[in-house]
Structures are given as C-alpha cells and as structure tokens.
C-alpha cells in the first residue's frame, strides 16, 4: 500500500506540473491541450481503488516479482500498435503534407508531460476504476458461473468503449481499422491489468502514446513543418 501511495503522488506531481507547464504554453496562436482539475478528481478515485485490487480478485498494481521482470513486453505491444498506426494515417490515409502539427500531437517537450497525463487519465476512466468496481461487486455479492459471464461481458465491453468512442466517420476502411485495432489493444491491456497488475496496462498505453503522439509529433514538427 506504501508504494502504491507514493506512486499516486508522484502522479498527482507530474499532472500538477503538467497543468501549469500547459497554461504557460498558451500564447493564443498554437493550439495547447491543457489538462483540467477533473482529472485530478479521477486520479484521486483511481488512488483510493489503487488500494483494493486485491479485495475485487487481481493482482497489486506492481504486480508480483515475475510480472516486473516482463514489463517491457505490454511496453513493446503498444509501440507495436502505434507503429500501425503511423503507417495507417500518416503513409496511407494523409494525402497532404502538414502545415502544422495535427491535433492528436503537441510541441516537444511538453508532448512528453501531456501525453504521460493524457495516458494516465484513460488507464483510470477506461480501465482502473470501472474494473475494479465491477470486480469489487461481484465479488461480494456473485459466485460461480455468473459471475465468470458477467465479467467476460465486462471486458468485452471496456474493450469496445474507448474505439466505440473515437471512431472516425470515413474512409470505411479506417473506420473498420480503427474499431479492430481499438478494440485489441483494449482488450490486451486488459489482459495485462489481470494478469500482471494495472501499471503494465499503463505501460502498453505509454508504449503507444511515446511513438504516435510523442515520437510522431517530433517528427513533424522538426523535420516536416
């Protein structure tokens, strides 16, 4: 649980200087995601829940010692599929060259704060608290094979809610990429949060977020604009 504590205060620091950072990137010309007091609401439900992974059936956040030796793999399955999508978007689906950094990058360095925050706040919402409510309830009122059902439903629709949600609305083709590859890297992650604990599910989303917004975006900025 100390651990645990300590960790959510680090994040708690990094988004506090990433709201300020953010505020002073305003200048009424660039267009600066700034991160809003809301997410500090969901990291303080997140931090409380934090504390009862065990209680709703899953591992610790750091999970066990074999779990820290193999962290670098949910890291390399999202960079895996942030490199299909660079390839998707900007070789296949981009027909123009950028005039100025797209809405899903930032300027360089503040990207690397944005996107660490950005990353965090949907491990919470999508992930951390709506799982470990569910599996909190269940299993204090469920046993047997409801239970089992109702929690398979669970994960088949927190792998759906966040492409579900971001769909674009053309090509068809990227529609139907976007919705497939949504929902198994959704599904992966949840994979990772019960198998391994809920910071690895935060590593595959860092993983993604370091080459599509961070490594892509300085690579526009300072080679194509």
Not at 49 to 56: C, G, P, R, S
Not at 82 to 93: G, K, Q, S, T, Y
Request: net charge neutral; aromatic share 22%.
């Amino acid at each position: 649980m100390k651990k645990t504590n300590v960790l959510f205060a680090v994040f708690a620091a990094v988004m506090l200087v990433t709201r300020f950072y953010g505020l002073a990137m305003e200048d009424g010309e660039r267009f600066i995601r700034v991160i809003g007091w809301m997410d500090f609401l969901w990291l303080a439900i997140g931090w409380v829940l934090a504390n009862f992974q065990i209680q709703a059936g899953l591992p610790e956040i750091f999970g066990d010692g074999e779990a820290r030796k193999k962290w670098f793999v949910p890291f390399l399955v999202g960079m895996g599929f942030a490199v299909l999508d660079v390839v998707a978007i900007e070789f296949i689906l981009t027909n123009e060259p950028h005039q100025t950094l797209p809405p899903y990058t930032q300027p360089f360095p503040y990207s690397i704060f944005l996107y660490f925050a950005g990353g965090l706040y949907m491990e919470l919402f999508y992930k951390l608290i709506p799982l470990t409510v569910l599996l909190l309830v269940l299993e204090k009122f469920l046993q047997g094979n409801l239970k089992k059902y109702i929690t398979y439903f669970a994960i088949f629709l927190l792998s759906i809610w966040e492409p579900i949600s971001q769909l674009p609305s053309d090509p068809m083709w990227f529609v139907v990429y976007a919705f497939a590859s949504g929902f198994a890297f959704n599904f992966l992650q949840i994979y990772f949060f019960r198998k391994m604990g809920w910071l690895y599910s935060v590593l595959c989303r860092m993983g993604l977020y370091l080459v599509w917004h961070v490594a892509l975006g300085i690579w526009i900025e300072f080679w194509m604009l």
